[in-house]
């Protein structure tokens, strides 16, 4: 079993703050990324207990949200940005199984979560895709879902785990904080975080192997409208084919692939 793990910055034990913590000017920018390491690195160990044979982990927070050094000695890093053409990515991840996210938020306007956010914190309000509010989760778990691969796990904020658990039947989660508002949550130390984690990544595979989880495939064709804070982020389409501008701040894209719409 080879597993793509996906990585985020928000969701971590410990990590409360955009300002302080995810953005990269933040005084604790270092902290955050170090504790966010170490929580991948214990979904790693996990996997690799219940007999995963390649761990990939990819950095997925915005900037980069890993810290290099400190990477389990048995897995990998698909890093840097800019981040390569989906289509060479997607060549990486193609030779994977299945797919899991450690560090995880709730999709934005969710009010008890903490950090929640939708792609970007700065820039985009929220997206409906096909009528349902989704978020990085749905994103995520679709565009993988089209190509095979199910996410069988998910760590982070109490109410991410929530969302995964609606969107894909048989998930496994495990919650290391409980969101209050969006800049403060109540987290577990770090150590009973990385020991519910790599718990949690055992029970995730075993129980994929007994009752396998389906990759996340929705019926197309798709419309997501993507609403944004300002208007130039909006600009941007103005002439690029299937997207339609509805009002000064929302985009409405339209497809049958949602792998060209989902991250468009
Ligand atoms: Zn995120």
């Known amino acids: 079993m080879k597993i793509a793990l996906m990585t985020d910055l928000e969701g971590t034990a410990g990590v409360t703050s955009f300002s302080q913590e995810t953005?990269?000017?933040?005084?604790?920018h270092i902290l955050a990324r170090r504790l966010a390491m170490a929580e991948v690195n214990a979904a790693v160990d996990g996997f690799l207990e219940a007999g995963a044979e390649d761990v990939l982990i990819i950095d997925g927070h915005g900037p980069g949200g890993l810290w290099f050094e400190d990477m389990h000695p048995e897995a990998s890093m698909l890093h840097g940005r800019p981040t390569a053409p989906r289509s060479v990515r997607d060549s990486v991840l193609q030779d994977y199984d299945v797919t899991a996210i450690v560090g995880q938020h709730a999709m934005s306007g969710v009010a008890t979560s903490n950090l929640n956010h939708t792609q970007s914190s700065r820039s985009i309000f929220g997206l409906i895709l096909n009528g349902n509010p989704i978020?990085?989760?749905?994103?995520?778990a679709l565009y993988h879902g089209a190509m095979g691969l199910p996410m069988i796990y998910l760590t982070g904020e109490e109410d991410a785990c929530a969302e995964?658990?609606?969107l894909i039947p048989g998930i496994t989660t495990v919650a290391v904080k409980k969101g209050l508002s969006r800049e403060s949550a109540v987290s577990v130390s770090k150590e009973k975080a990385r020991t519910l984690i790599r718990a949690g990544a055992i029970r995730a595979l075993q129980a994929h192997r007994s009752t396998p989880v389906a990759p996340l495939v929705w019926e197309g064709p798709f419309v997501l409208e993507k609403r944004y804070f300002h208007?130039?982020?909006?600009?941007?389409?103005?002439?690029?084919?299937?997207?339609?501008?509805?009002?000064?701040?929302?985009?409405?894209i339209t497809g049958d692939d949602i792998r060209q719409i989902i991250y468009a």
């Open 23 to 28: 953005y990269p000017e933040g005084r604790d």
């Open 135 to 140: 978020g990085e989760i749905a994103q995520w």
């Open 164 to 166: 995964a658990e609606t």
């Open 231 to 252: 208007t130039h982020d909006v600009d941007r389409y103005d002439g690029v084919a299937h997207a339609e501008r509805i009002d000064g701040q929302t985009v409405r």
